[in-house]
């Protein structure tokens, strides 16, 4: 035939150049059209039709079925705009009975070859009752397909209508980017009231497929899977994948699973799980260059985080093209291997770790064990990094045993005193991952030795002591305070420090140390080069400082200092030496550098003795002395041990020098008795002062001066010519 057009009815049917030819067998009772050249409509190709019991066909077309076969070497389908594109088929060969009453076909077999593909179907088109609503579709289709070799995911794209089950195809068409389709199953049940609802129902469509080499997408924001294999189930109205390997952002996935439950109503959630292996860095920084912007947004350091890992992701969201972050649901789970995160706090960083890792909508966290610097600890790291501004954005849980150079990061001078490690448990709460503004370390030091030379203390190991410190961070100064306890030592304080690491203030609460102090007061350094200390409390012991800065001992009245050290203390109880002390005293001692400038002491001895020491720098390596006291005789058996000298008034002046030169100091004592001396009394006897020696041995003989000019050096103190009257 030449081209042209056929009326059917009311409608019109293209036809281009067609070669036909119809045979019937007389013998068989068969007819056969034989179309080698075809071109109707939207069919082209090469077909042969076989109807088999023609005679029924033509005289009683109705009463009963009629076999028909159809073979053909290769076919073309354009069914545009209802699919995306012309099918070609290949090899086809079909058997089936056309029962026209019914008005249904009833396909036995039927083989084809779609692309690298072969299909074998069978199953049942009928047409819909003429009394069917309107809107139901015309007819039904009630089909099972299998297929052996590759298919494209176009290829199945092409076959499947817009109109069916088009979120369905919507999906496949935008996610399911690629890959090799094989072993598939379809079957479909769609009648013509299946559309009733604008969506097909699970048990009408079900495609099972394998895959192979797949890339698919699930978010917009996230890289693709890749080289992906499994095997899927595409319904009617959902969707589940189940996968056996595949690529994600470098890491190797072990196995995944996806499933879209609904594809309406739309924004029905789906949800995706997958499992994997690779660099944790990687998965990070790609979860932060998603719309997550952990790094850009909230400021956590990507790159100071590395190791390698084994993780499961879950995530859940709406089946919709455009999803909120809030509307976005996902939770990354698992473990990290040979971990290491820089810098995590205070420029300390956790090496060597095994560590689990959490991350999802609102919280990154990072719990195991590992190494701080050189201390093996337990450790949980968290952020919750949508929480900005919030003082405990980001929070630090750490225990283990640590050195003293650990300890003194934290602005505590531990490597001085300390020797070995304790036991530490650490509290760091800070407003976002690099910023630690509060602090709290609990020590437990019954395993360390501490050796405080100053005072002559140390706590030994297996004794109990214990340290609490905290740290707290405001724009210009950190605060530190630290509580520590021991067998008969306790002491509380803060300590402020500038930004640049500057000490800037002291405040001493408590400080105890049995036989040797009891104080408070505070510390400050109104300058870089001044510190003021001014001290309070119930006791001092002052004899080990007095004997080193004006003693003989060689000191020469120098303390390891540096810049002006000024100290102002008002004590209840104040020891000068091992068996005198003051009450109600004062304490005031200057420093330039290493050297004493002044040292002020005042107080009351025996209730009613005032008693006052003054020593003065007079810049030529020499210090002005001058002392008083109103009772004589208490003074003198304070500082020799015995009571031979009652009443009167005591002065003392001189010069006290140092780098080994001998100082001289003399003493006048005024109106003072001397009594009960026995070695005064022998040397008076033996001269035969028997007199005098009886008074000495009574109420003594009362002088109304007594001079006592001294030489004190490293070896002593010497009386050269002293004199008495009275």
């Given at each position: 035939?030449?081209?042209?057009?056929?009326?059917?009815?009311?409608?019109?049917?293209?036809?281009?150049?067609?070669?036909?030819?119809?045979?019937?067998?007389?013998?068989?009772?068969?007819?056969?059209?034989?179309?080698?050249?075809?071109?109707?409509?939207?069919?082209?190709?090469?077909?042969?039709?076989?109807?088999?019991?023609?005679?029924?066909?033509?005289?009683?077309?109705?009463?009963?079925?009629?076999?028909?076969?159809?073979?053909?070497?290769?076919?073309?389908?354009?069914?545009?705009?209802?699919?995306?594109?012309?099918?070609?088929?290949?090899?086809?060969?079909?058997?089936?009975?056309?029962?026209?009453?019914?008005?249904?076909?009833?396909?036995?077999?039927?083989?084809?070859?779609?692309?690298?593909?072969?299909?074998?179907?069978?199953?049942?088109?009928?047409?819909?009752?003429?009394?069917?609503?309107?809107?139901?579709?015309?007819?039904?289709?009630?089909?099972?397909?299998?297929?052996?070799?590759?298919?494209?995911?176009?290829?199945?794209?092409?076959?499947?209508?817009?109109?069916?089950?088009?979120?369905?195809?919507?999906?496949?068409?935008?996610?399911?980017?690629?890959?090799?389709?094989?072993?598939?199953?379809?079957?479909?049940?769609?009648?013509?009231?299946?559309?009733?609802?604008?969506?097909?129902?699970?048990?009408?469509?079900?495609?099972?497929?394998?895959?192979?080499?797949?890339?698919?997408?699930?978010?917009?924001?996230?890289?693709?899977?890749?080289?992906?294999?499994?095997?899927?189930?595409?319904?009617?109205?959902?969707?589940?994948?189940?996968?056996?390997?595949?690529?994600?952002?470098?890491?190797?996935?072990?196995?995944?699973?996806?499933?879209?439950?609904?594809?309406?109503?739309?924004?029905?959630?789906?949800?995706?799980?997958?499992?994997?292996?690779?660099?944790?860095?990687?998965?990070?920084?790609?979860?932060?260059?998603?719309?997550?912007?952990?790094?850009?947004?909230?400021?956590?350091?990507?790159?100071?985080i590395s190791g390698t890992g084994r993780a499961t992701f879950t995530l859940q969201r709406p089946a919709l093209s455009e999803v909120s972050y809030e509307d976005t649901v996902f939770s990354l789970q698992g473990r990290i291997y040979d971990g290491a995160f820089n810098n995590l706090f205070r420029e300390m960083s956790l090496t060597g770790g095994q560590a689990d890792?959490?991350?999802?909508?609102?919280?990154?966290?990072?719990?195991?064990?590992?190494?701080?610097?050189?201390?093996?600890?337990?450790?949980?790291?968290?952020?919750?990094?949508?929480?900005?501004?919030?003082?405990?954005?980001?929070?630090?849980?750490?225990?283990?045993?640590?050195?003293?150079?650990?300890i003194n990061r934290f602005g505590v001078a531990a490597r001085t005193y300390m020797s070995g490690s304790a036991y530490a448990e650490i509290e760091a709460l800070g407003p976002s991952a690099d910023d630690f503004e509060h602090v709290d370390i609990s020590l437990d030091f019954q395993e360390t030795r501490l050796d405080v030379a100053e005072f002559d203390w140390t706590?030994?190991?297996?004794?109990?002591?214990?340290?609490?410190?905290?740290?707290?961070?405001?724009?210009?100064?950190?605060?530190?305070?630290?509580?520590?306890?021991?067998?008969?030592?306790?002491?509380?304080?803060?300590?402020?420090?500038?930004?640049?690491?500057?000490?800037?203030?002291?405040?001493?609460?408590?400080?105890?140390?049995?036989?040797?102090?009891?104080?408070?007061?505070?510390?400050?350094?109104?300058?870089?080069?001044?510190?003021?200390?001014?001290?309070?409390?119930?006791?001092?012991?002052?004899?080990?400082?007095?004997?080193?800065?004006?003693?003989?001992?060689?000191?020469?009245?120098?303390?390891?200092?540096?810049?002006?050290?000024?100290?102002?203390?008002?004590?209840?109880?104040?020891?000068?030496?091992?068996?005198?002390?003051?009450?109600?005293?004062?304490?005031?001692?200057?420093?330039?550098?290493?050297?004493?400038?002044?040292?002020?002491?005042?107080?009351?001895?025996?209730?009613?003795?005032?008693?006052?020491?003054?020593?003065?720098?007079?810049?030529?390596?020499?210090?002005?002395?001058?002392?008083?006291?109103?009772?004589?005789?208490?003074?003198?058996?304070?500082?020799?041990?015995?009571?031979?000298?009652?009443?009167?008034?005591?002065?003392?002046?001189?010069?006290?020098?140092?780098?080994?030169?001998?100082?001289?100091?003399?003493?006048?004592?005024?109106?003072?008795?001397?009594?009960?001396?026995?070695?005064?009394?022998?040397?008076?006897?033996?001269?035969?002062?028997?007199?005098?020696?009886?008074?000495?041995?009574?109420?003594?003989?009362?002088?109304?001066?007594?001079?006592?000019?001294?030489?004190?050096?490293?070896?002593?103190?010497?009386?050269?010519?002293?004199?008495?009257?009275?």
């Amino acid at each position: 035939t030449d081209s042209g057009e056929v009326g059917v009815g009311d409608n019109s049917l293209s036809i281009g150049e067609n070669d036909i030819v119809f045979s019937y067998n007389l013998d068989e009772n068969s007819a056969e059209i034989d179309a080698r050249i075809l071109d109707v409509a939207s069919i082209s190709g090469e077909a042969v039709l076989q109807i088999e019991d023609f005679n029924d066909f033509i005289e009683a077309p109705l009463q009963v079925p009629h076999r028909i076969t159809l073979q053909s070497s290769d076919l073309r389908m354009d069914f545009q705009p209802h699919f995306p594109g012309v099918w070609r088929i290949q090899n086809v060969d079909a058997v089936a009975d056309l029962d026209i009453n019914r008005r249904q076909l009833d396909v036995e077999r039927l083989t084809a070859s779609v692309g690298n593909a072969g299909v074998r179907a069978q199953g049942r088109l009928y047409l819909a009752d003429e009394d069917a609503p309107e809107g139901d579709l015309p007819f039904g289709v009630a089909l099972t397909a299998s297929t052996s070799g590759i298919l494209s995911p176009e290829d199945v794209l092409l076959f499947w209508p817009f109109s069916l089950g088009d979120d369905a195809r919507n999906w496949v068409e935008e996610n399911v980017l690629a890959g090799d389709l094989s072993e598939a199953v379809f079957r479909m049940d769609l009648r013509p009231d299946s559309l009733r609802d604008e969506k097909l129902e699970d048990e009408d469509l079900q495609l099972d497929f394998a895959f192979d080499n797949a890339q698919t997408s699930f978010l917009e924001d996230l890289p693709p899977v890749i080289d992906g294999r499994g095997t899927a189930r595409l319904n009617g109205n959902s969707f589940s994948l189940d996968l056996e390997r595949g690529s994600f952002s470098n890491w190797s996935l072990l196995s995944g699973h996806v499933s879209i439950p609904q594809f309406k109503p739309k924004g029905e959630l789906f949800f995706i799980e997958a499992e994997g292996t690779g660099d944790v860095h990687d998965i990070l920084q790609t979860l932060s260059d998603s719309r997550l912007q952990l790094e850009n947004q909230y400021g956590l350091k990507i790159d100071d985080i590395s190791g390698t890992g084994r993780a499961t992701f879950t995530l859940q969201r709406p089946a919709l093209s455009e999803v909120s972050y809030e509307d976005t649901v996902f939770s990354l789970q698992g473990r990290i291997y040979d971990g290491a995160f820089n810098n995590l706090f205070r420029e300390m960083s956790l090496t060597g770790g095994q560590a689990d890792i959490l991350v999802n909508n609102n919280l990154l966290q990072i719990s195991g064990y590992g190494r701080f610097e050189d201390a093996p600890i337990e450790f949980t790291w968290s952020d919750r990094f949508r929480d900005e501004g919030s003082p405990d954005r980001s929070r630090l849980l750490a225990s283990g045993f640590v050195s003293p150079d650990f300890i003194n990061r934290f602005g505590v001078a531990a490597r001085t005193y300390m020797s070995g490690s304790a036991y530490a448990e650490i509290e760091a709460l800070g407003p976002s991952a690099d910023d630690f503004e509060h602090v709290d370390i609990s020590l437990d030091f019954q395993e360390t030795r501490l050796d405080v030379a100053e005072f002559d203390w140390t706590k030994r190991e297996g004794e109990n002591a214990r340290a609490e410190i905290a740290l707290n961070s405001t724009g210009e100064e950190q605060v530190t305070s630290v509580r520590f306890e021991a067998d008969g030592v306790r002491f509380g304080g803060d300590v402020s420090l500038t930004t640049e690491g500057r000490l800037d203030r002291m405040n001493v609460r408590e400080f105890y140390l049995r036989d040797e102090l009891d104080l408070r007061g505070e510390l400050r350094r109104p300058d870089p080069d001044t510190l003021e200390l001014e001290l309070s409390g119930p006791f001092l012991n002052a004899a080990p400082l007095l004997d080193g800065l004006i003693g003989a001992s060689g000191q020469g009245g120098t303390l390891p200092l540096f810049g002006n050290v000024s100290l102002s203390a008002d004590i209840d109880r104040l020891r000068l030496r091992n068996d005198i002390e003051a009450t109600d005293a004062s304490l005031d001692i200057a420093f330039i550098g290493p050297v004493m400038q002044s040292l002020d002491v005042s107080g009351v001895m025996d209730l009613d003795n005032q008693f006052s020491l003054s020593v003065t720098a007079n810049g030529n390596g020499e210090s002005a002395l001058s002392a008083n006291a109103s009772n004589a005789g208490s003074v003198m058996s304070a500082f020799l041990g015995q009571e031979f000298m009652s009443g009167g008034a005591f002065t003392m002046n001189g010069t006290l020098r140092s780098s080994g030169q001998p100082s001289d100091v003399r003493i006048v004592l005024t109106n003072t008795r001397l009594n009960n001396a026995p070695l005064l009394t022998q040397v008076l006897s033996l001269a035969s002062l028997r007199g005098l020696a009886d008074v000495m041995s009574g109420d003594g003989i009362l002088f109304s001066q007594v001079t006592l000019p001294l030489i004190l050096d490293e070896r002593g103190y010497y009386i050269e010519g002293a004199q008495a009257s009275g």
